[in-house]
Protein backbone atom coordinates (compact mmCIF):
# COMPACT_ATOMS: atom_id res chain seq x y z
CA UNK A 1 0.00 0.00 0.00
CA UNK A 2 1.07 3.41 -1.13
CA UNK A 3 1.43 5.37 1.98
CA UNK A 4 -0.02 8.37 -0.23
CA UNK A 5 -3.25 6.78 0.09
CA UNK A 6 -3.65 6.70 3.74
CA UNK A 7 -5.83 9.09 5.52
CA UNK A 8 -5.84 9.77 9.29
CA UNK A 9 -9.88 9.45 9.38
CA UNK A 10 -11.53 11.03 12.63
CA UNK A 11 -15.14 11.47 13.37
CA UNK A 12 -16.61 12.62 16.78
CA UNK A 13 -19.70 11.94 18.14
CA UNK A 14 -22.00 12.32 21.19
CA UNK A 15 -20.71 10.34 24.28
CA UNK A 16 -22.16 6.65 24.07
CA UNK A 17 -23.12 6.59 20.60
CA UNK A 18 -19.94 5.34 18.87
CA UNK A 19 -20.55 1.60 18.76
CA UNK A 20 -23.50 2.97 16.51
CA UNK A 21 -21.15 5.20 14.63
CA UNK A 22 -18.25 2.17 14.44
CA UNK A 23 -21.22 -0.38 13.21
CA UNK A 24 -22.20 2.20 9.93
CA UNK A 25 -18.41 2.61 9.55
CA UNK A 26 -17.30 -1.17 9.73
CA UNK A 27 -20.15 -1.42 6.82
CA UNK A 28 -18.32 0.85 4.52
CA UNK A 29 -15.06 -0.69 4.94
CA UNK A 30 -13.61 0.22 8.16
CA UNK A 31 -11.69 -2.53 9.83
CA UNK A 32 -10.51 -0.95 13.50
CA UNK A 33 -10.29 2.29 15.22
CA UNK A 34 -9.33 3.64 18.65
CA UNK A 35 -12.00 5.38 20.65
CA UNK A 36 -11.15 8.23 22.88
CA UNK A 37 -13.51 10.05 25.38
CA UNK A 38 -13.57 13.92 24.55
CA UNK A 39 -15.23 17.39 25.85
CA UNK A 40 -16.51 19.90 23.05
CA UNK A 41 -16.76 23.19 24.20
CA UNK A 42 -18.40 25.78 22.77
CA UNK A 43 -19.75 29.93 22.93
CA UNK A 44 -23.16 28.52 23.31
CA UNK A 45 -23.36 26.53 26.10
CA UNK A 46 -26.25 26.13 28.73
CA UNK A 47 -25.54 27.49 32.19
CA UNK A 48 -27.79 25.12 34.69
CA UNK A 49 -27.68 27.07 38.42
CA UNK A 50 -24.60 28.59 37.59
CA UNK A 51 -23.07 25.45 36.40
CA UNK A 52 -22.15 25.42 32.68
CA UNK A 53 -22.86 21.73 31.16
CA UNK A 54 -20.05 20.35 28.94
CA UNK A 55 -20.44 18.46 25.82
CA UNK A 56 -18.93 14.95 26.09
CA UNK A 57 -18.29 13.45 22.89
CA UNK A 58 -16.30 10.29 21.45
CA UNK A 59 -13.57 10.88 18.82
CA UNK A 60 -12.79 7.69 16.71
CA UNK A 61 -9.84 7.60 14.78
CA UNK A 62 -8.78 5.31 12.36
CA UNK A 63 -5.76 4.86 9.29
CA UNK A 64 -7.28 4.15 6.68
CA UNK A 65 -7.28 4.22 2.60
CA UNK A 66 -8.73 7.06 1.16
CA UNK A 67 -11.30 5.13 -0.39
CA UNK A 68 -12.79 3.75 2.96
CA UNK A 69 -12.24 7.07 4.47
CA UNK A 70 -14.37 8.45 1.90
CA UNK A 71 -17.42 5.82 2.36
CA UNK A 72 -17.59 5.93 5.46
CA UNK A 73 -17.61 9.51 5.56
CA UNK A 74 -20.37 9.41 3.27
CA UNK A 75 -22.20 6.83 5.41
CA UNK A 76 -21.77 8.81 8.60
CA UNK A 77 -23.11 12.24 7.16
CA UNK A 78 -26.52 9.83 5.86
CA UNK A 79 -26.93 8.23 8.86
CA UNK A 80 -25.46 9.73 11.95
CA UNK A 81 -25.08 13.22 10.72
CA UNK A 82 -25.96 16.89 12.66
CA UNK A 83 -29.53 16.01 12.28
CA UNK A 84 -29.22 12.45 14.18
CA UNK A 85 -28.07 11.74 18.07
CA UNK A 86 -25.14 11.19 17.16
CA UNK A 87 -24.44 14.65 16.07
CA UNK A 88 -21.37 13.23 14.39
CA UNK A 89 -19.01 15.64 11.54
CA UNK A 90 -15.22 13.97 10.30
CA UNK A 91 -12.79 15.12 8.50
CA UNK A 92 -9.61 13.32 7.33
CA UNK A 93 -5.92 14.46 7.55
CA UNK A 94 -2.94 13.15 5.32
CA UNK A 95 -0.97 10.30 6.61
CA UNK A 96 3.30 10.58 5.20
CA UNK A 97 4.41 7.35 7.43
CA UNK A 98 3.24 4.99 9.34
CA UNK A 99 5.08 2.07 11.29
CA UNK A 100 3.59 -0.63 13.12
CA UNK A 101 0.39 -1.30 11.42
CA UNK A 102 0.09 -5.31 9.94
CA UNK A 103 -0.74 -4.44 5.89
Known amino acids: M ?31 ATILSARGENANLVKVMGITVD ?8 ITEEDTAEAVMEAVKEKAGFLTEAHAFCFTMPVDKVIGLNR
Do not use: C, P, W, Y
Request: aromatic share 0%.
Open 2 to 32: NNNDMKLLIMVVNAGLSDEVMDLAREAGLQG
Open 55 to 62: TEKDMIMS
